[in-house]
């Protein structure tokens, strides 16, 4: 008889004796008894101390083919608990799903495909290959700082291909899984096999085939988002981070992480070579790369085709058609088109208008539920709340109660309709309204590339690495709203979106135009957008240092929500003094009013922790913790977000 140590999927704690009567190794799944209820678990080690008094109780029941955590997997989740100050059970909770935890094993054989495509690769990349592959077999992070087109992908490629020849398998992370099908094509087509991916949109059945063909099956290579770096297998050689500086490899949901930095921290644990890429690094990743930590490579000129034209359209100074689309524009769209060309259109809003206003009281329209404005749809004829999803037929004033409204300005919906109108063609609209599933989204990437649509428009979602090679133009109608959010990356966040949203045009032989309106066209990040790229990372730092923002500065946001705003603003006020006995080093600000105050009628106040220390941040962190806890307002949560992206 033995006692060991499990770590089960209990967001409030983690980790639980037990006693077995069969030895049992580290990373075996088992299940046992907690309260009422029957877990399963991961065990971790013999237990290291026993409690006077504490009637520990069996294990029920051990998996026959049990072994599936490898003691790599665990050290990860370990250290982001730490580093997150979160409960480890919290920490595997939310990076592996307990249906897949708790099923059989059932990998399928890889499919093979015939005759593998070869492609050399050009002078340029083959010096970056080489000097990457030359780091293989130890602990080392490259980022391959290349513009859109200069054949990354090609470069990670050829990286798989090594790992694979050497028996070992590979984790391919892409930011939006949704976006890849054509990506997965390409890839598979290169290895010569079917490429598994790991995808939400799956169904259950096949996302846990998934997992165990690459678990414990045969599959050498992962293509995935988020949780395809929680898929534990061993002999992991290669973890390859596309887009690194993409916002969506940001988890917010508890417990909050970044993937990319759990994909560096996982290469050294498993002492393996991480490779980054992007055409708009991160400034965190920069920052690391300039520091020595990551060795830095470029690549500076697109495979066979050039950059496109970029150009700003003055807002101010024009009469813009439907306050939508600039003259000039206009007639870059009609002769694009006329040509047998294709254009896509960038809009930083989803829905019919801008904002509804009452026309009683002139207030705007907001969600009953959330300090939020509503968004209208003409098509379904419904209003929508962003933050919890309700929608309204009638939505009314919440001052007035007036039903009469009137909207402004203009999103998707309008400049699709607008365009089709004007151009007389259908126009192809895409955003995370319309792509619900991904059949439904292939067909519409399907359609546009076989040319059925020649405008497409949508929202952020467009700007990210879609490849058409028979698209010439790309047009930015206005993010201008952007530089006005609370957010200190807002404008790393534009200056991305415009040289991404560059690279969706003139992919291939056909020189590609870049139109970006706006009513400030004098903002630097402009210019440094259409003619040196290379000057923003200098830029930016400046401001981050003046306001000592990441990567200088260390931040932790913590969120407070609760229904009643009193109890909410007290328990924040109460860590609030809790930290008042941490040095200077560490600043404190807050507790405010979030900017989006209330969702789901749940208040919401935060308070920012910064500091140059990151030992000093974590401690602060702990200490927010323990005093939250000891307040024992369990109806209040405290969302501890390490590294925030999200400010509202
Ligand atoms: P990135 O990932 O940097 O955006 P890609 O790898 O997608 O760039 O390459 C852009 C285009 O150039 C693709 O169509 C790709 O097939 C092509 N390409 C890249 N490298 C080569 C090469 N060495 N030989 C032929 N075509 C290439
Ligand atoms: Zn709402
Ligand atoms: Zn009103």
Redesign the pocket.
């Given at each position: 008889m033995a006692y060991y140590d499990i770590l089960l999927p209990v967001p409030a704690g983690g980790v639980y004796t037990y006693i077995s009567h069969t030895p049992l190794s580290r990373g075996q799944r088992v299940r046992v008894p907690l309260a009422s209820r029957i877990l399963t678990g991961v065990v971790l080690n013999e237990a290291k101390e026993l409690k006077d008094g504490v009637k520990y109780r069996e294990i029920a029941e051990t998996f026959e083919d049990s072994t599936l955590f490898t003691d790599q997997f665990l050290k990860l989740i370990d250290a982001m608990a730490d580093y997150y100050v979160n409960p480890p059970g919290l920490t595997l909770s939310g990076t592996i799903s307990k249906s897949v935890v708790e099923s059989e094993p059932c990998p399928v054989p890889v499919k093979k495909l015939a005759a593998a495509e070869n492609?050399?690769?050009?002078p340029d990349?083959q010096a970056v290959y080489e000097s990457i592959a030359a780091d293989h077999g130890k602990f080392s992070v490259h980022l391959?700082h290349?513009?859109?087109?200069?054949?990354?992908?090609?470069?990670?490629i050829e990286l798989a291909k090594d790992a694979i020849a050497a028996g070992q398998k590979v984790i391919y992370l892409v930011p939006e899984i949704s976006l890849t099908p054509q990506m997965v094509e390409?890839i598979s087509n290169r290895l010569g096999f079917e490429v598994p991916s790991y995808h939400s949109r799956h169904t259950p059945k096949k996302r846990k085939e998934v997992f165990w063909s690459f678990a414990k099956g045969e599959a050498p290579v992962l293509i995935g988002a988020r949780s395809a770096l929680f898929v534990p297998a061993e002999n992991i050689g290669l973890i390859i981070v596309?887009e690194e500086h993409e916002q969506s490899y940001k988890q917010e949901e508890a417990p909050s992480y970044q993937l990319r930095d759990m994909a560096v921290l996982y290469g050294s644990i498993l002492g393996t070579t991480v490779v980054l890429?992007s055409?708009t690094p991160s400034l965190e990743t920069m920052h690391n790369a300039r520091a020595g930590k990551y060795r830095l490579h470029r690549?500076l000129t697109?495979?066979?085709?050039c950059m496109p034209a970029m150009q700003t359209v003055d807002m101010k100074s024009c009469d813009p058609i439907d306050h939508i689309i600039s003259e000039r524009l206009y007639d870059e769209l009609s002769a694009t088109v006329q040509r047998g060309e294709q254009a896509i259109l960038l809009i930083n809003r989803k829905g019919y208008s801008h904002t509804l206003y009452c026309e009683k009281c002139g207030k705007t329209i907001h969600c009953p539920n959330c300090s939020v404005a509503l968004t209208w749809y003409k098509s379904r004829n419904v209003t929508k709340c962003h933050y919890c999803a309700s929608e309204y037929r009638t939505p009314h004033c919440t001052h007035c109660g007036s039903t009469l409204t009137r909207d402004y300005g203009a999103g998707t919906e309008r400049v699709a309709e607008v365009l089709e109108q004007l151009l007389g063609i259908p126009v192809l609209k895409l955003d995370t309204d319309n792509v619900t599933s991904q059949s439904k989204l292939s067909k519409m990437l399907d359609d546009f590339r076989d040319g059925k649509f020649k405008v497409l428009v949508g929202t952020q979602l467009v700007a990210k690495?879609l490849?058409f090679?028979n698209v010439t133009l790309s047009a930015v109608l206005n993010l201008d709203n952007m530089f006005s959010l609370p957010d200190f990356r807002a404008h790393e966040r534009a200056f991305q979106l415009l040289v991404q949203l560059s690279?969706r045009s003139g992919?291939?032989e056909k020189e590609g135009k870049v139109i970006i309106q706006t009513y400030s066209p004098e903002m630097e990040i402009f210019d440094m957008a259409m003619n040196r790229p290379d000057d923003f990372y200098e830029f930016e730092m400046q401001r981050r240092e003046a306001f000592g923002y990441p990567p200088v500065g260390k931040l932790c946001r913590l969120v407070f929500s609760h229904s009643r705003e009193e109890t909410v603003h007290e328990t924040a006020q109460e860590v609030k003094r809790a930290l008042a006995s941490m040095p200077s080093a560490l600043k404190v600000m807050g507790p405010t009013q979030a900017p989006v105050y209330k969702i789901r009628n749940k208040y919401r106040y935060s308070i920012l922790l910064k500091s140059p220390d990151a030992a000093l941040l974590k401690r602060a962190i702990h200490l927010a913790v323990t005093s939250f806890n000891k307040l024992g307002k369990t109806a209040v949560i405290m969302k501890v977000d390490r590294d925030p992206y999200f400010f509202m």
């Open positions: 492609l050399r690769l050009n990349q391959i290349g513009v859109t087109g200069s054949g990354k992908t090609e470069i990670y390409r596309d890429g055409a690549l697109r495979h066979a085709a690495g490849h090679p690279g992919r291939c």
